[in-house]
C-alpha cells in the first residue's frame, strides 16, 4: 500500500518504521516544515493517510483527505468536539475516516472489557467509579481521548451515571473542584516520560477494584494504526477502531 503520514513527530516516525515492515510504501510525509508539499494533488498518491499531528491542524488534514479521496486514518486527539460535523463531511465527500482515541490492541480490549464491567457492577451501587490517567508532560490535551472513551464506556452502562468531569491532579497530589453523584470523575496526572496509563477504580469502603492498562512505549498505537490503514484501503464510510476490531462475546 502507499501511505501518506500526516505528522513527523513521536507518533510518525514510528509508524513510518512498522509501516515499511510490513511492506508499505510511504509517499508522502508531512509536519509542519513540508506543509508547501500537502496539496490535494499529491494525496492522491495515496492509498491511506494516517495523521498523528496537533488538535489544532488535524480538521484542515481532514478535510483535505475529503476532497481529495485519500481514505483517512485518524489518531489525532483533541477534535471530538467536531465529530458530527466530520462525519457529514465524510458523507458529503463519499470518502472514508476511521478515528480512534487509542489504537492499541490492549487497550481496545480494554474498552471492551470495561463495558461490561460497568454493566456488571449495576448490581453493586456501593461501589464509587472513577478513571484515572496519566501522560508524559508534554501531551496538549486533557483529559486523553481514551480515559474519555473509558468514561463514555461507562455512562453507556452503569445506570448511576451520566456524564464525566475531569480533574487535573496538581503537583502536591490534590485534585481541586467538585464530582457530582451522576458524574464520573476522570483524573488526570501528567508525568514525564510516560506513553500513557489508564485505570478504572470502582472503589467501596471494604475494598477496591482496579482495572488497569499500561503502555510499555509508543509501538502499539503505531502498529494499530497501520492496520487501521490496510482496514479502510478501499472502504467509503465514517469508523471507529470498534468497526476495525469488532469484538464480540456472544
Ligand atoms: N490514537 C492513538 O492511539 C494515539 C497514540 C499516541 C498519540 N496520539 C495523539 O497523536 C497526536 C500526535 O502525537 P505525537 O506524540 O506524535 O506528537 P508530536 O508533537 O511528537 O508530533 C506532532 C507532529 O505534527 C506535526 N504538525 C504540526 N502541525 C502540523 C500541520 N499543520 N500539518 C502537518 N503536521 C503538523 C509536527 O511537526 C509534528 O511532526 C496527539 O494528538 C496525540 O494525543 C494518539
Same mark, same amino acid.
Given at each position: 500500500?502507499?501511505?501518506?503520514?500526516?505528522?513527523? =513527530?513521536? #507518533?510518525? +516516525?514510528?509508524?513510518?518504521?512498522?509501516?515499511?515492515?510490513?511492506?508499505?510504501?510511504? @509517499?508522502?510525509?508531512?509536519?509542519? %516544515?513540508?506543509?508547501? /508539499?500537502?496539496?490535494?494533488? *499529491?494525496?492522491?498518491?495515496?492509498?491511506?493517510?494516517?495523521?498523528?499531528?496537533?488538535?489544532?491542524?488535524?480538521? =484542515?488534514? $481532514?478535510?483535505?483527505?475529503?476532497?481529495?479521496?485519500?481514505?483517512?486514518?485518524?489518531?489525532?486527539?483533541?477534535?471530538?468536539? /467536531?465529530?458530527?460535523? @466530520?462525519? &457529514?463531511?465524510?458523507?458529503?465527500?463519499?470518502?472514508?475516516?476511521?478515528y480512534a482515541s487509542n489504537f492499541s490492541v490492549g487497550v481496545n480490549v480494554f474498552f471492551y472489557? &470495561?463495558?461490561?464491567?460497568?454493566?456488571? #457492577? &449495576?448490581?453493586?451501587?456501593?461501589?464509587?467509579?472513577?478513571?484515572?490517567? $496519566? %501522560? %508524559?508532560? /508534554?501531551?496538549?490535551?486533557?483529559?486523553?481521548?481514551?480515559?474519555?472513551?473509558?468514561?463514555?464506556?461507562?455512562?453507556? *452502562?452503569?445506570?448511576? +451515571?451520566?456524564?464525566?468531569? *475531569?480533574?487535573? /491532579?496538581?503537583?502536591?497530589?490534590?485534585?481541586?473542584?467538585? @464530582?457530582?453523584?451522576?458524574?464520573?470523575? $476522570?483524573?488526570?496526572?501528567?508525568?514525564?516520560? @510516560?506513553?500513557?496509563? %489508564?485505570?478504572?477504580?470502582?472503589?467501596?469502603?471494604?475494598?477496591?477494584?482496579?482495572?488497569?492498562?499500561?503502555?510499555? *512505549?509508543?509501538?502499539?498505537?503505531?502498529? =494499530?494504526?497501520? #492496520?487501521?490503514?490496510?482496514?479502510?484501503? =478501499?472502504?467509503?464510510?465514517?469508523?471507529?477502531? +470498534?468497526?476495525?476490531?469488532?469484538?464480540?462475546?456472544?
Amino acid at each position: 500500500m502507499k501511505i501518506a503520514l500526516l505528522g513527523y =513527530g513521536k #507518533m510518525g +516516525k514510528i509508524i513510518e518504521k512498522i509501516a515499511t515492515d510490513r511492506g508499505h510504501e510511504i @509517499v508522502l510525509k508531512i509536519d509542519e %516544515h513540508t506543509l508547501d /508539499q500537502f496539496t490535494v494533488e *499529491n494525496l492522491k498518491k495515496a492509498d491511506a493517510a494516517i495523521d498523528f499531528t496537533t488538535p489544532g491542524s488535524v480538521l =484542515g488534514n $481532514i478535510q483535505k483527505c475529503f476532497e481529495a479521496q485519500t481514505p483517512i486514518v485518524v489518531g489525532t486527539t483533541g477534535w471530538y468536539g /467536531q465529530l458530527q460535523q @466530520v462525519k &457529514n463531511d465524510c458523507e458529503k465527500y463519499d470518502s472514508a475516516l476511521l478515528y480512534a482515541s487509542n489504537f492499541s490492541v490492549g487497550v481496545n480490549v480494554f474498552f471492551y472489557v &470495561n463495558q461490561v464491567l460497568a454493566r456488571l #457492577m &449495576n448490581k453493586y451501587p456501593y461501589y464509587e467509579v472513577q478513571v484515572e490517567e $496519566i %501522560h %508524559h508532560a /508534554q501531551k496538549l490535551d486533557s483529559p486523553s481521548g481514551t480515559a474519555m472513551t473509558i468514561a463514555e464506556g461507562i455512562i453507556e *452502562n452503569l445506570d448511576a +451515571k451520566s456524564e464525566w468531569v *475531569n480533574l487535573l /491532579q496538581q503537583n502536591d497530589g490534590e485534585t481541586i473542584g467538585q @464530582v457530582k453523584n451522576n458524574q464520573v470523575l $476522570i483524573e488526570s496526572l501528567r508525568i514525564d516520560s @510516560v506513553p500513557g496509563t %489508564h485505570t478504572v477504580i470502582y472503589d467501596s469502603e471494604v475494598d477496591s477494584i482496579e482495572f488497569k492498562h499500561t503502555a510499555h *512505549n509508543r509501538s502499539g498505537f503505531a502498529l =494499530g494504526a497501520v #492496520m487501521a490503514a490496510e482496514w479502510i484501503n =478501499g472502504r467509503k464510510g465514517f469508523y471507529t477502531a +470498534k468497526d476495525m476490531f469488532n469484538f464480540d462475546l456472544k
